[in-house]
């Protein structure tokens, strides 16, 4: 019987004694050299001559709390402008980084506006001239203004409007947690706010706060120093400092002495939050790291108090995450409760207080507080690995505080923390008299007539006064007195790790691939067989079962199973995919042998407890209900189901398939299709091969299965033909737009091509869609495109958000660069250009051992031979300009399914008018035979 032959598997328990706690994980250093130029900018500078990639991270010290009076909003609108034309880059500075193969993104927080940017090690010189270049020549032009400008409104609309819970961190937290600071303004403002903003603005705006005097810059990666040295004094240290001084607010609030409540309501909020939410110790305060291990005491992983109490034992909770952002003077602390379906608001506030009293109350356990720091550790161990990501934990300290070893002493305070000082902690600012509790609730909910008993901050003459612009405008140069970027050095060739491939006596496959010398490994179990393995009216069985199998094994229950692994300073993740079930697990190398330990626990001798599947099942249940008021997680959902209606690809879980599954359904699962001659184990990290090899024989050598593999059929099934769906979510913030086109598949010749051809259509912020549609028009915050590449079936997938307005004319736009695609003619240029940035990208991601993992498991998973890896690692040869063009002949319109999700009301009757085959459904795809009213009712706030 498959149930008792679970439970009697042989071999025994793998991982370390219980009340065996490893040593806390050593986090290397961050080792920097500093200089400050004398026009007053801070330079540092990483070296890592192992990378092949080098970044440049820049803060400006100029954030929300900046924004001059009624004009909020304005730092956030400042760095979207700062990728516009410069005087010597007029196609920008996002079409240059992407030109020399790299990538680029910024934020803006309340202190400062980060902007980074990485590329391949021979481009560092010309990244050095481009930052200097926006800082000196950047062209602040009516065209770009405004456009930039209507690409906030719509990433707006996508954050905080579309979805259910965007108003809490974006309005709810900074409007009642604060009163007189200027964090008390809404995250990224208003539409109001913005409309009100005028080029004059902005361009005193750009004279006032960037400036050399006001940033900070990390250089990361591979270089030689005197060089990096010399490029910075030519192309930063020339930048004239101005003399008038930098305008700040320094207004502040004092201690809040009562606590406050706040009745709130939203459009299309599936379950009720409360939140709980205190004003954190300044960036500066030695409190911070306390409040920091706090907040992992709280809510890091599967272990976290609140997670265990609120979620998994009363069930009052689906979801808890919390808010801790860096801010010079202490933002807001919060947590935030999603509630299950049916809990009372009531009850889950009172539990949540208790935990709080407890924490402040009661001394955590030397157990518990070594497991947290291992867990901390653990995490920063990870954050050391990329010189982007040691760019970031470096600059970000000289931000906050001026210390660029911030994250470095935080990380000791946190390593000599003992429980008394968890408490004073808590008691100083967790206090009851501080909080702000918030209840957050659908508008159904409204009383009538509520308009909110609890008063907001004036916040419309907050901010610095910004004076009038002083220089000319810059202008785009003509040709002749063009400056050109410097060429590009000597390529920094990549190594890449090397694959050494064995398998056990078992069948089981073991690659390890010693990626990096930083103390951390990543073990992937990659097993065959994912959700297209579902049984009929059983789909989500995989899902399940991957769940319920990390909360208990061996002799462990979930409690001691969550806490063995935060203990270990490792973290695990269970995720099913169409084609594969994966575990992986990052930990500290020194503690591979004990978390591998419990790996095989979870995979060989899982308990699969009833209550345990209870648990997971009403959780998966609401994740389900808080995604169907999504417009774009909806529009993801149909896809599958509308392209394979007929065939296992096609299955998606439903509140009903969840239901049908039992324990024997997982038991029997777990027996016919975890078997160790269709898994293969990746370590990749700090682990040498023969370390690796052993370390499997000793982890899975026990593992058996019996008689013949089952064989997998086809999962594509036929191909359904090209429709057009429509859903209505009334009052969604947005509409969500995705086509998805049937295409090669990874196995086929003509797939570094496809690659190319993806890139050229939706690649970052150079691909068609998004050029159409955000940058010439505003229309959206974002639009791009991916490829979802299974073992029988590949889609390309184009995606973005818009607001329901304007619906009908993305959509036609989305379609027009398709037909674009198969018919514009591509260079040699061009493909260089958009190959050289998919090579950076993956070199990028597999910098990190989770990401080399991650993306090996995508080749196994796809059925594809590892040896393809290497020649992808190092950017092999580019496909022809012929070869992309015929690729893109496989994703036409003619072949697109598009699905629209959003509003109905306002675009339903146009959509119709131009798409006369369009078809209405639910989020289920069941034909909708009535139609939407087309009156104006209730929507997004603004």
């Given at each position: 019987m498959a149930v008792a032959a679970l439970t009697m598997l042989p071999g025994p328990t793998h991982a370390e004694p219980h009340n065996a706690l490893p040593a806390i994980p050593r986090v290397p250093p961050l080792d920097y050299t500093a200089r400050t130029l004398a026009n007053g900018a801070r330079v540092y500078a990483i070296s890592d001559e192992s990378a092949s990639t080098v970044s440049i991270n820049v803060w400006y010290q100029v954030g929300q709390r900046d924004d001059p009076p009624g004009r909020g909003g304005f730092a956030h609108l400042f760095e979207h402008l700062m990728f516009q034309s410069t005087r010597n880059l007029p196609d920008g500075v996002s079409k240059f980084v992407t030109s020399i193969g790299g990538s680029t993104n910024a934020s803006t927080l309340f202190d400062y506006t980060d902007y980074y940017i990485s590329a391949p090690a021979n481009q560092l010189e010309a990244l050095i001239w481009l930052e200097g270049e926006r800082l000196r020549n950047l062209v602040i032009d009516e065209a770009g203004f405004k456009a930039e400008r209507d690409v906030v409104k719509e990433e707006l609309r996508q954050r905080i409007f579309a979805q259910p819970y965007g108003r809490i961190l974006y309005m709810l937290l900074p409007g009642f947690t604060f009163s007189t600071h200027p964090y008390v303004r809404p995250i990224g403002s208003s539409i109001a706010d913005l409309?009100?903003?005028?080029?004059?603005?902005?361009?005193?705006?750009?004279?006032?706060?960037?400036?050399?005097?006001?940033?900070?810059?990390?250089?990361?990666?591979?270089?030689?120093?005197?060089?990096?040295?010399?490029?910075?004094?030519?192309?930063?240290?020339?930048?004239?400092?101005?003399?008038?001084?930098?305008?700040?607010?320094?207004?502040?609030?004092?201690?809040?002495?009562?606590?406050?409540?706040?009745?709130?309501?939203?459009?299309?909020?599936?379950?009720?939050?409360?939140?709980?939410?205190?004003?954190?110790?300044?960036?500066?305060?030695?409190?911070?790291?306390?409040?920091?291990?706090?907040?992992?005491?709280?809510?890091?992983?599967?272990?976290?108090?609140?997670?265990?109490?609120?979620?998994?034992?009363?069930?009052?909770?689906?979801?808890?995450?919390?808010?801790?952002?860096?801010?010079?003077?202490?933002?807001?602390?919060?947590?935030?409760?999603?509630?299950?379906?049916?809990?009372?608001?009531?009850?889950?506030?009172?539990?949540?207080?208790?935990?709080?009293?407890?924490?402040?109350?009661?001394?955590?356990?030397?157990?518990?507080?070594?497991?947290?720091?291992?867990?901390?550790?653990?995490?920063?161990?990870?954050?050391?690995?990329?010189?982007?990501?040691?760019?970031?934990?470096?600059?970000?300290?000289?931000?906050?505080?001026?210390?660029?070893?911030?994250?470095?002493?935080?990380?000791?305070?946190?390593?000599?923390?003992?429980?008394?000082?968890?408490?004073?902690?808590?008691?100083?600012?967790?206090?009851?008299?501080?909080?702000?509790?918030?209840?957050?609730?659908?508008?159904?909910?409204?009383?009538?007539?509520?308009?909110?008993?609890?008063?907001?901050?004036?916040?419309?003459?907050?901010?610095?006064?910004?004076?009038?612009?002083?220089?000319?405008?810059?202008?785009?140069?003509?040709?002749?007195?063009r400056q050109w970027p410097p060429a590009p050095s000597a390529v920094v060739q990549r190594t890449p790790p090397v694959l050494a491939d064995h398998r056990l006596a078992n069948g089981l496959r073991v690659i390890v691939a010693k990626s990096s010398d930083v103390p951390i490994a990543t073990l992937k179990l990659v097993i065959d067989g994912g959700d297209a393995s579902d049984p009929d009216g059983r789909a989500g069985l995989a899902d399940l079962l991957a769940d319920v199998a990390v909360r208990g094994a061996g002799d462990r229950d979930a409690a001691a199973m969550a806490e063995a692994m935060a203990g270990l300073g490792a973290s695990i993740d269970a995720s099913v995919e169409a084609d594969s079930t994966q575990f992986t697990i990052q930990t500290p190398a020194a503690n591979a042998e004990a978390a591998g330990g419990l790996l095989a626990d979870i995979v060989l001798r899982p308990t699969l407890a009833v209550e345990e599947l209870e648990r997971v099942r009403r959780q998966q249940i609401d994740a389900l209900a808080v995604a169907g008021r999504q417009p774009m997680q909806t529009a993801l959902r149909l896809v599958a189901p509308t392209l394979f209606p007929d065939a296992a690809y096609g299955q998606v879980p439903r509140k009903t398939s969840l239901e049908a599954v039992g324990r024997e359904d997982l038991a029997a699962s777990r027996a016919t299709l975890w078997r160790p001659d269709r898994a293969t184990l990746l370590i990749t990290g700090g682990i040498d091969a023969e370390t690796g090899f052993a370390l499997a024989g000793r982890l899975f050598g026990d593992w058996r299965s019996s008689g013949p593999a089952p064989a997998i059929a086809r999962r594509a099934g036929p191909m359904a033909a090209p429709r057009i769906l429509a859903v209505d979510i009334p009052g969604a913030g947005q509409a969500a737009l995705l086509a998805a086109v049937p295409t090669v598949g990874r196995g086929d010749a003509v797939w570094p091509a496809l690659r190319v051809a993806n890139a050229r259509l939706g690649g970052g912020s150079q691909g068609f869609l998004s050029q159409e549609i955000r940058v010439k028009r505003g229309l959206s915050y974002g639009a791009g495109s991916m490829i979802d590449a299974r073992r029988d079936a590949t889609l390309v997938m184009a995606a973005t958000q818009t607001k329901n307005e304007s619906a009908v004319e993305v959509a036609g736009l989305v379609l027009d660069q398709l037909r674009r695609l198969a018919s514009e003619p591509v260079d040699d240029t061009q493909v260089e250009e958009r190959w050289s940035h998919l090579t950076n990208m993956l070199a990028s991601q597999t910098e990190r051992s989770a990401g080399l993992a991650a993306y090996l498991a995508s080749l196994l998973t796809a059925g594809i031979s590892l040896e393809v890896a290497t020649s992808e690692l190092l950017g092999q040869e580019p496909a022809s300009p012929a070869q992309v063009l015929a690729a893109a002949q496989h994703l036409t319109p003619e072949k697109t399914t598009l699905i629209i999700v959003g509003d109905a009301r306002k675009w339903l009757p146009s959509m119709r008018r131009q798409y006369p085959g369009l078809k209405l459904v639910t989020a289920e795809g069941v034909a909708v035979e009535q139609d939407v009213d087309s009156g104006s009712g209730p929507s997004g706030q603004e």
């Open positions: 409309d009100r903003a005028q080029l004059a603005d902005v361009r005193a705006f750009h004279e006032t706060y960037y400036r050399p005097d006001n940033a900070i810059f990390v250089i990361s990666g591979n270089f030689e120093e005197a060089k990096m040295n010399a490029w910075v004094d030519a192309y930063l240290g020339s930048i004239a400092r101005p003399d008038r001084p930098i305008p700040r607010d320094t207004a502040d609030e004092g201690e809040r002495m009562a606590p406050v409540t706040v009745e709130a309501y939203a459009p299309n909020v599936p379950l009720p939050a409360i939140i709980f939410s205190w004003r954190a110790p300044e960036a500066a305060d030695a409190d911070a790291a306390g409040l920091a291990l706090i907040e992992a005491v709280l809510t890091r992983g599967p272990s976290a108090r609140l997670r265990r109490v609120l979620v998994d034992q009363k069930q009052l909770a689906s979801n808890i995450v919390s808010y801790n952002l860096p801010a010079r003077d202490g933002y807001a602390f919060a947590l935030v409760a999603t509630l299950a379906q049916g809990a009372d608001i009531a009850a889950a506030e009172a539990a949540l207080a208790e935990e709080i009293v407890r924490l402040r109350d009661t001394p955590i356990s030397e157990a518990e507080l070594a497991a947290v720091k291992n867990g901390m550790f653990g995490d920063a161990l990870s954050r050391r690995e990329r010189p982007v990501d040691r760019a970031f934990q470096l600059g970000g300290g000289v931000a906050l505080t001026g210390d660029p070893r911030l994250e470095d002493r935080r990380l000791e305070a946190i390593r000599l923390m003992k429980a008394g000082d968890v408490q004073k902690v808590a008691a100083r600012w967790l206090a009851d008299r501080r909080r702000v509790t918030i209840h957050y609730q659908d508008e159904s909910r409204r009383p009538p007539g509520y308009t909110g008993d609890v008063p907001q901050a004036d916040i419309a003459k907050m901010g610095p006064s910004v004076k009038p612009p002083s220089r000319p405008a810059v202008t785009i140069a003509t040709i002749a007195e």
